[in-house]
């Protein structure tokens, strides 16, 4: 089973699309009709379980994508921009102030009477 991009992976093929599409109008043209092939032309990949395919141009499909992602390029040289919002926030949670103080840095500091503690240190 071929193995899915990491995020380094992702972002790094994603960066040569950009750059081989603003310079390679039959490549851009490509890119807006099927990404995942888009990916495929400028995506190298070094499987250790697989040493043929070291440093050679690997066809990417969309099953090298996570399974939860679909990827879109969009022409945005006209005149009409799209803005990608962010994804939504559902729900918040809050923390206490108490789960606040076990994950936040810092130092305690108490003094009482000319002694100095600090987070149980005596100074």
């Known amino acids: ?14 960066g040569e699309v ?20 888009a990916l495929g032309e400028v995506a190298t990949t070094q499987s250790p379980s697989d040493k043929k395919t070291a440093g050679k141009s690997a066809g ?30 559902l729900e918040i949670d809050e923390i206490s102030d108490l789960e606040l103080e076990q994950v936040a840095g810092g130092l305690t500091i108490k003094s009482a009477g000319g002694s100095v503690a600090v987070d149980g240190w005596s100074l």
């Open 1 to 14: 089973m071929a193995e899915t991009f990491t995020n380094p992976q992702l972002s790094k093929a994603v």
């Open 60 to 89: 990417v499909t969309s099953s090298l994508l996570p399974p939860d992602v679909e990827l879109r390029f969009v022409d945005n040289s006209g005149p009409v921009k799209h803005v990608v919002l962010p994804d939504p926030v």
């Open 18 to 37: 950009f750059h081989r599409a603003s310079v390679d109008p039959g490549f851009r043209a490509r890119a807006l009709k099927d990404a995942a092939a």
